[in-house]
């Protein structure tokens, strides 16, 4: 059984920080891309980044300079620390993860995600 399992997310004052993590199981993770997206009150799902299978790194603008996202192949563990925490960035964050989107292609092919996990929700207050 495949399973994404977000954690990390909760409350925090515009300029702190927040580390996520998603924990992986029942697919070969070292083959996947992986990332999140996140989604606000009335938005659209949108990328937020992703890592792919060797290693590179992609960021939606907003968040350049700010988010930085890492995997642990060992662990099946992706992680994204997010620093200068802004109240634009509440949102539920979701992990996820697919085979063939190795590229900036992954963060507009929110309903091409081979896996999804649940989301965990990040509250930014001003």
């Known amino acids: 059984e495949v399973q994404l399992q977000a954690s990390g997310g909760g409350l925090v004052q515009a300029g702190g920080s927040l580390r996520l993590s998603c924990s992986a199981s029942?697919?070969?993770?070292?083959?996947?891309?992986i990332g999140w997206f996140r989604q606000a009150p009335g938005k659209e799902r949108e990328g937020v980044s992703c890592?792919?299978?060797?290693?590179?790194?992609y960021y939606v603008d907003s968040v350049k300079g700010r988010f930085t996202i890492s995997r642990d192949n060992a662990k099946n563990t992706v992680y994204l620390q997010m620093n200068s925490l802004k109240p634009e960035d509440t949102a539920v964050y979701f992990c996820?993860?697919?085979?063939?989107?190795?590229?900036?292609?992954?963060?507009?092919?929110?309903?091409?995600?081979?896996?999804w996990g649940k989301g965990t929700q990040v509250t930014v207050s001003s």
């Open positions: 890592i792919i299978n060797d290693g590179r790194t």
């Open positions: 029942g697919f070969t993770f070292a083959d996947y891309a």
């Open positions: 996820a993860a697919d085979r063939w989107a190795q590229g900036r292609s992954w963060l507009r092919n929110v309903y091409g995600m081979d896996y």
